[in-house]
C-alpha cells in the first residue's frame, strides 16, 4: 500500500506534536531517576547519623563500672602494701609513698 500525498501531509503536521511527546518522556524519565537518586542519598545520611541498636539480648552487653578500676585494682593494692615499710626495726628510714587516686582511671579513647 503506498503512502498517499495526503497523509504526508497530516504526518508533517503531526510531526512536532510526536517530536515533543518523546521529549517530555526521556525528560520525565530522567527527572525520576534524578528524584530516586535523591530520595537513596538522603535515606544514606539518614542511616549514618543515627545511632544503630546492639542485636540480640540486652543482658549480653556488660555495663560499664563507674567505680572505677577493673579486674587490676585490687593487684595495684597489694603491691602497694608490699612496698610500704614496716613499723618494726625501721626506726630510722621512713619511707613516703606517693600515689595518685586517679592514675589509670582516665583513659583517652578519641583517639
Same mark, same amino acid.
Given at each position: 500500500? *503506498?503512502?498517499?500525498?495526503?497523509? +504526508?501531509? %497530516? ?5 512536532d506534536k510526536v517530536s515533543k511527546t ?5 525528560? @520525565? *524519565? ?7 537518586? /535523591?530520595?537513596?542519598?538522603?535515606? %544514606?545520611?539518614?542511616? $549514618?547519623? %543515627?545511632?544503630?541498636?546492639? !542485636?540480640?539480648?540486652?543482658? $549480653?552487653?556488660?555495663?560499664? /563500672? =563507674?567505680? @572505677?578500676?577493673?579486674?587490676?585494682d585490687g593487684g595495684g593494692k597489694k603491691?602497694?602494701?608490699?612496698? *610500704? !615499710? %614496716? !613499723? ?8 613516703? +609513698?606517693?600515689?595518685?587516686?586517679? +592514675?589509670? $582511671?582516665?583513659? =583517652?579513647? $578519641?583517639?
Amino acid at each position: 500500500m *503506498a503512502i498517499q500525498p495526503i497523509d +504526508l501531509q %497530516t504526518l508533517y503536521t503531526q510531526l512536532d506534536k510526536v517530536s515533543k511527546t518523546a521529549v517530555q518522556q526521556q525528560q @520525565g *524519565a530522567q527527572m525520576a531517576r534524578e528524584l530516586q537518586q /535523591d530520595a537513596v542519598q538522603r535515606e %544514606t545520611l539518614r542511616r $549514618s547519623e %543515627t545511632v544503630k541498636e546492639l !542485636p540480640g539480648n540486652e543482658r $549480653s552487653v556488660g555495663a560499664v /563500672d =563507674d567505680g @572505677g578500676g577493673g579486674r587490676n585494682d585490687g593487684g595495684g593494692k597489694k603491691k602497694q602494701k608490699r612496698d *610500704a !615499710p %614496716t !613499723p618494726q626495726g625501721e626506726g630510722d628510714k621512713k619511707y613516703v +609513698l606517693v600515689s595518685d587516686a586517679s +592514675l589509670g $582511671s582516665h583513659i =583517652d579513647v $578519641s583517639g
